[in-house]
């Protein structure tokens, strides 16, 4: 039965998230954005929402919920529509844990399950994109060699979210090689088994700390691999459908700023929201937002529904993306010269808007 | 609980849509588009037969505007109807994939019937589909666009004077669809210019009242299967029982033809996505189907195609407006006022199917201009859906107000 209305459990995680974001990370978005930094008490707070340990078992401290990818697409909006750098590094955790319960063996869940605490930020954070032109997910160049009990691992990976921080990365790379995202396998490599090298500087997402890592013949147990058997396609279709989603919460920051913006600029005696040019602009803006919106939810559906959301999620990343440059670049557009300062947030959504076409795994539901 | 699984109806209908569209209008779509002005009669009869048997019709039976009716059908049951509206969308869309122009030739309660249902008493609503359901192929069409004026509505300059049990209504009417064969005229007409937008009301006319007078037909760029009148009103005399809504001062005129938009809409923009379907259907069968080409969703753009990219693309965007269609279709169905949510379905879908139609003939080439195949076709009939029941302006317009909640007078 065809249904666009969330449940009551999911409006209300999606007001307590928006909540979170207006009034806890909007106050601290500037200054992270300047700074580098994001101030610890934000990302304890989000933490504490419990939002990357909800569907952990109760057995292994979370709290038992189910793993939802509709749930997942409602938070990822609501916080993104806060700050972009914040919620991926508030979510990182779960670059790990959501692989870990899909794929993970009892052992695996165990071990690393229960480093998750409820009260203290212990991050976890996965790597994926490579520092090359043209980066080509399909054929990763980082290896994993057999060598008896271990994988030896080599190569280098790019854009890792808190990577100095995190107790444990999911690195994925391919035993043998080959074209194709079938061979990919997650290993799982705990703080100091590679090298952080220098922190990304990137156009936007400049709160966030992202790294270049360098895995020079590390070594992973064998039962520290994450054996995926193919199923790497479907962890891109949870992390793209979670791309849809960030792109709809930055985008409608963006929109909701410039649409109150336009309201209250005064030109020739009228607000700028009262010519048709601006006008239109904005209700464009509105009707994209709706359906990238709804471009998540279909996905996260499928992806519930146990279906091969592999398609919808891609094409609907691309979509967002490209569509998110409409967006908030006309959002920057109405507020004219303010736009472009820093003095307003909307340039900032604009920079962060920017990377969605680019990345890969920054989040997952 | 957000949920896209179609009901088995609905799966059912689409299924059964997309065959009649398939075997029955795709053959004849290429013939009653060269012969405009001939009446698609065996089609027609057809038609109607097949969906009468199935009790189904393309009736916009729940339009809003009927709160009374609903609240005590709540009680009753508790839950909206059969989710009529966002059937409708889902088969509409089947259809229209087969032929757009021939889909406006379906016999039913139409534009005219959609009218009845959002301004008209329960006691006219009875009457009136009564005719537009009956047993042989009948039609109601909607008569409000004047040559003097399109999208603004309240420039009505059909005259209707009352006398007696009577209203005389003097006026030209255009562009109304099936204008040559309806059954039933809704007639929009000014009761006198100073009472401005309060004093527009809406007239049904039956076929055969004196002084209604079908004029002359279009000839158009596309949906020529469909034939589109100048209706001529002459002295024309319409018992007071025909006045939608009743008399009384308070009822619903101007915001009854406007209300039926909320309804209409979707269901324009459901038949926008399913030409822009066919499109893309098209193409995909040469390039994909028989000629192997991959479309690989995801994979990094230095890898990829021209073709496959722009594939990729279209369909994104005919998944975004359908899914905009489906979610204003389904407001209207559970009561939720969805003029915003119609506007914005209609505003892409119209965007959508003229690009998706104009980008498929280059992708395929010089054939793709020949009428030798339907895809040039497609992109003559799709510009209309981006122009008829509001242009893309209108829509643009009516979301821009919702979304700064300003006025008529705020945001002209």
Not at chain 2, 3 to 14: L, N, Q, V
Not at chain 2, 104 to 125: D, N, S, Y
Request: hydrophobic fraction near 40%; proline fraction near 3%; include cysteine.
């Amino acid at each position: 039965m065809v249904s666009f209305e969330l449940s009551e459990e999911q409006a209300l995680l999606r007001d307590t998230c928006r909540d979170f974001a207006l009034t806890i990370m909007r106050k601290q978005d500037r200054p992270a954005d300047e700074s580098g930094e994001i101030p610890a008490d934000i990302i304890k707070q989000g933490h504490e929402l419990g939002l990357t340990t909800g569907y952990i078992p109760e057995a292994y401290g979370g709290a038992g919920g189910q793993l939802s990818a509709l749930d997942s697409v409602i938070v990822l909006e609501e916080l993104a529509y806060g700050n972009l750098s914040m919620t991926v590094n508030i979510l990182a955790p779960s670059l790990m844990n959501v692989p870990l319960m899909l794929y993970g063996t009892e052992e695996q869940k165990k071990k690393y399950f229960t480093m998750n605490k409820p009260d203290q930020f212990q991050g976890f954070t996965a790597a994926l994109v490579e520092p090359s032109v043209r980066f080509d997910i399909e054929s990763l160049k980082t290896t994993a060699a057999d060598d008896g009990d271990d994988f030896v691992l080599n190569g280098e990976k790019a854009f890792v979210s808190i990577a100095d921080s995190a107790l444990a990365t999911l690195v994925f790379a391919k035993k043998g090689s080959g074209e194709g995202l079938a061979g990919i396998d997650g290993f799982i490599v705990p703080a100091g088994g590679f090298t952080v090298k220098e922190r990304e500087k990137n156009q936007g997402l400049r709160a966030l700390k992202q790294f270049t890592l360098s895995l020079d013949g590390s070594r992973v147990a064998r039962n520290e691999v994450l054996k995926l058997s193919g199923g790497f396609a479907n962890l891109l279709a949870r992390a793209r459908t979670a791309s849809i989603a960030l792109t709809a919460g930055v985008c409608r920051a963006a929109y909701e700023y410039a649409l109150a913006y336009a309201k209250e600029r005064i030109a020739f005696g009228e607000p700028i929201a009262s010519r048709q040019s601006v006008a239109f602009t904005l209700a464009e803006m509105a009707m994209e937002i709706d359906a990238i919106r709804l471009m998540a939810w279909k996905s996260a559906w499928m992806l519930d529904k146990g279906m091969d959301a592999y398609k919808e999620a891609s094409l609907g990343k691309r979509y967002a993306a490209d569509t998110a440059m409409f967006i908030t670049r006309n959002a920057t557009q109405i507020l004219g010269g303010h736009g472009f300062v820093r003095e307003h947030p909307v340039e900032m959504w604009y920079r962060d808007a920017r990377s969605f076409a680019v990345s890969e795994f920054m989040a997952i539901v | 609980m957000i949920d896209f699984e179609f009901t088995p109806i609905m799966k059912m209908a689409r299924e059964f849509t997309h065959n009649y569209a398939r075997d029955v209008m795709r053959p004849i779509a290429r013939k009653y588009d060269e012969e405009e002005h001939v009446e698609p009669t065996e089609f027609i009869q057809k038609t109607h037969e097949m969906f009468r048997s199935l009790g189904f019709s393309f009736s916009t039976a729940n339009a809003s505007g009927d709160s009374e009716e609903k609240s005590e059908h709540k009680e009753k049951h508790d839950r909206p109807k059969m989710e009529m509206n966002l059937l409708g969308a889902i088969a509409i869309e089947e259809i229209a994939w087969g032929c757009p122009g021939l889909t406006l030739r379906i016999p039913g309660p139409g534009l005219g019937g959609a009218a009845i249902m959002a301004a008209g008493t329960p006691e006219q609503k009875k009457r009136f589909m009564k005719v537009l359901n009956g047993p042989k192929p009948s039609y109601g069409a909607m008569a409000l666009t004047e040559p003097g004026f399109g999208s603004d509505a309240s420039a009505v300059a059909t005259t209707a004077v009352k006398d007696g049990d009577y209203y005389i209504l003097n006026g030209t009417k255009i562009f109304v669809t099936g204008g040559d064969m309806a059954d039933l005229y809704v007639v929009w007409a000014t009761l006198g210019k100073d009472l401005g937008r309060s004093g527009i009301k809406a007239f049904v006319v039956e076929k055969g009242t004196p002084g209604l007078k079908m004029a002359r037909l279009e000839h158009k760029l596309g949906i020529r299967a469909s034939d589109t009148a100048e209706v001529v009103l002459e002295d024309c005399r319409v018992h007071k029982d025909n006045l939608l809504g009743g008399e009384k001062k308070e009822e619903k005129g101007f915001k009854g033809a406007m209300q039926t938009f909320d309804a209409t809409r979707p269901m324009v923009a459901a038949m926008a996505i399913g030409i822009a379907r066919s499109a893309y259907d098209f193409v995909y069968e040469d390039f994909v189907v028989k000629n192997g080409l991959e479309i690989n969703y995801g994979r990094p753009l230095h890898k990829r195609g021209y073709i496959e990219t722009v594939l990729e693309d279209m369909e994104a965007k005919i998944s975004a407006a359908r899914l905009l269609t489906w979610k204003a279709a389904w407001m209207l169905d559970h009561s939720l006022p969805n003029l915003k949510e119609a506007s914005m379905a209609k505003a892409k879908a119209g965007t959508v199917v003229d690009e998706v139609t104009q980008k498929a003939i280059e992708l395929y080439g010089p054939e793709g201009y020949s009428r030798k195949h339907l895809l040039e076709k497609w992109m003559r009939d799709a510009k209309v859906y981006d122009v008829f029941e509001g242009t893309g302006q209108i829509q643009r317009l009516v979301v821009a107000r919702a979304i700064l909640d300003y006025t008529r007078k705020e945001l002209k």
